[in-house]
């Protein structure tokens, strides 16, 4: 619930987490029944508090009521509440007949006039089928849930015959409620505002403009850069989505540009198989994550720790068709080819055979590429061409790998390439949780330094969970590695116990990151001259560690961070940072 370790009153450890009171024996149905009280051992930590009827005769749960405990530590919860209800069937189990939720959420949960969304879910269930085995169809297909044709089109009078329960008046009431708000100019406004600050785009009919994050951005090579771009929605296509931008470096005067156009077959509200291809003539920054603020972020140059001074200038075009197995499961085939061209304080420069100094300017490669990524009930919020995935209890695998060609329209490499990555939430019951990543590559073939792997860094103020916050970017190159990342999050388990100090609601967690890697000597500066200050890992594990205070007025997080290894010697980075970053979480 609300990604939080909610212990069941009723798990194998219950005597580790709750309280139990006997208060009273009475008569359901006709059975005797024990009524048991129950509430956390520690009212700041993350539990139920309510009751439970048992059956005397079996010890089955009849039927539990259970809300939060009001001083845990949750955030924008004023008031959460649980009630489920199980009937006794003729083949003697007791199953669930009805689930209800109630959830009331709001900015400041302390203040109890303060305007919040109450949210309702009622689940009931009948016909129950127990002890005879279904039609195999009914097991063969790959999706969760499936849409019956004609299910979108059935009026009010079909649904009224269906339901369980008949809808109160106050249910009734939130249809109109709903039309009323939509019609309403003020919520309409505050709607929209909220959607552009989140996605960077501002809707105009079938069309979006943005991402005004980037529309104005300050970069070394570009100097003062503006851009301009857009995209189709909905609302013009369920089947198809394009965008394009332009950009213009007032100091490089080059202009650049971008587009894309993706295709679903079977419209973007049902399985996302998607044709694309796209082309961009734009600046990168290689090293940077994929968590990290873009390079034509506007805040990228106001929070930057370190010169941006090594980008490249990337011609691009990319064709690919990614297919969605079943939810949780997909692959994906791309053909590439890049141009890339340095830009900044460093060129591509190497030694050719008659020993003689050589500048390119630019460099190419073609690269067949297939992508897999497996998450085993993995549930996704679609919102139009947008999916938002959420955490998962169980690990989540993907695998990357590629194949170049040498000559194959003007490329100037021939390898191979493989990447993987497991990355999990593991919960460990009053303890929290910890986020882990473990990721590993390999590179056959000679390639330049940029095509193997720039470890990711973070020059930012700002933290990165995706990045060695502490490295600089061209700082360690490999071309086989090993990276570990792990957040362990104690969700308040130690502050809950300090006074004064538990009203706060602060959170605290370790985190450490360590990188292997090797290079080969036919890589090491061949068959480019490696820039100033770039360098393997080398025997010693690069390794950084650090401890932290989340939920700091609910949306802050701090990191303080600290450099074991390779403290001298390279010329980069610090040896100690204290990072922030924005923690929005229940």
Do not use: C
Request: proline content about 4%; charged content about 25%.
């Amino acid at each position: 619930i609300f990604n939080k370790n909610f212990p069941s009153p009723l798990n194998p450890s219950l005597n580790l987490y709750y309280r139990y009171y006997l208060d009273d024996s009475i008569h359901v149905d006709g059975r005797l029944t024990y009524l048991i009280n129950f509430k956390p051992r520690n009212d700041r930590d993350v539990g139920f508090e309510g009751t439970l009827l048992i059956d005397a005769q079996e010890y089955a749960v009849k039927d539990v009521d259970m809300r939060f405990s009001e001083k845990g530590n949750v955030n924008y919860v004023r008031a959460f509440r649980i009630k489920q209800v199980f009937d006794r069937m003729e083949e003697g189990r007791w199953m669930l007949s009805k689930s209800a939720l109630i959830a009331d959420l709001t900015i400041l949960e302390k203040e109890k006039n303060l305007m919040g969304v109450l949210a309702r879910k009622t689940t009931t269930y009948k016909k129950l089928i127990i002890n005879q085995p279904a039609d195999p169809k009914y097991y063969s297909g790959v999706d969760d849930v499936i849409v019956m044709p004609g299910a979108e089109a059935q009026d009010e009078t079909f649904w009224r015959e269906v339901r369980h329960e008949a809808l109160v008046r106050r249910e009734e009431n939130i249809y109109k409620m709903v039309d009323s708000l939509n019609k309403n100019k003020y919520f309409k406004f505050l709607k929209e505002t909220a959607r552009i600050i989140g996605s960077g785009y501002a809707r105009i009919g079938k069309f979006d403009i943005g991402s005004i994050h980037t529309f104005i951005s300050w970069n070394p090579s570009e100097g003062w850069r503006a851009k301009l771009g857009g995209r189709t929605n909905r609302f013009l296509s369920k089947y198809i989505e394009t965008n394009a931008w332009v950009a213009y470096g007032f100091t490089d005067k080059t202009p650049k540009y971008g587009a894309e156009l993706v295709y679903y077959p079977l419209s973007m509200f049902r399985r996302r198989h998607n044709l694309g291809i796209s082309h961009k003539y734009d600046i990168e920054q290689i090293g940077l994550s994929n968590n990290a603020l873009s390079v034509d972020h506007f805040m990228t140059a106001l929070f930057r720790t370190g010169p941006f001074d090594r980008l490249t200038l990337t011609r691009e075009n990319v064709i690919w068709y990614e297919h969605n197995w079943f939810a949780g499961f997909v692959t994906r085939l791309t053909f590439l080819h890049r141009d890339v061209a340095p830009r900044g304080t460093f060129t591509f420069s190497a030694i050719n055979s008659d020993g003689n100094y050589w500048e390119y300017p630019s460099l190419q490669n073609a690269e067949l590429r297939f992508n897999l990524r497996f998450a085993f009930r993995e549930r996704v919020l679609s919102s139009d061409f947008r999916r938002r995935v959420f955490i998962n209890k169980y690990p989540v695998v993907s695998l990357e790998s590629g194949k170049g060609f040498k000559n194959l329209l003007g490329s100037d490499f021939d390898f191979f390439r493989i990447k993987t990555q497991i990355s999990h939430r593991l919960r460990i019951g009053k303890l929290g949780f910890i986020d882990y990543m473990l990721e590993g590559g390999r590179t056959w073939g000679q390639v330049p330094y940029y095509m193997m792997e720039i470890h990711t860094a973070n020059q930012n103020i700002i933290n990165d969970e995706l990045a060695f916050n502490l490295m600089r970017f061209y700082e360690f190159v490999s071309d086989k590695y090993l990276a570990f990342f792990m957040e362990n999050h104690f969700e308040g388990f130690f502050f809950n116990r300090i006074p004064g100090i538990r009203n706060l609601k602060w959170r605290e967690f370790i985190i450490n990151k360590i990188l292997l890697g090797e290079l080969d000597p036919a890589n090491r500066n061949r068959p480019l001259i490696f820039p100033n200050g770039l360098t393997s890992v080398g025997k010693i594990p690069y390794w950084e560690t650090g401890f932290g205070i989340e939920n700091i007025f609910k949306i802050l997080r701090i990191d303080f961070i600290y450099r074991v290894t390779y403290r001298t010697g390279t010329g980069f980075g610090q040896n100690w940072a204290i990072k922030p970053s924005l923690y929005l979480r229940f």
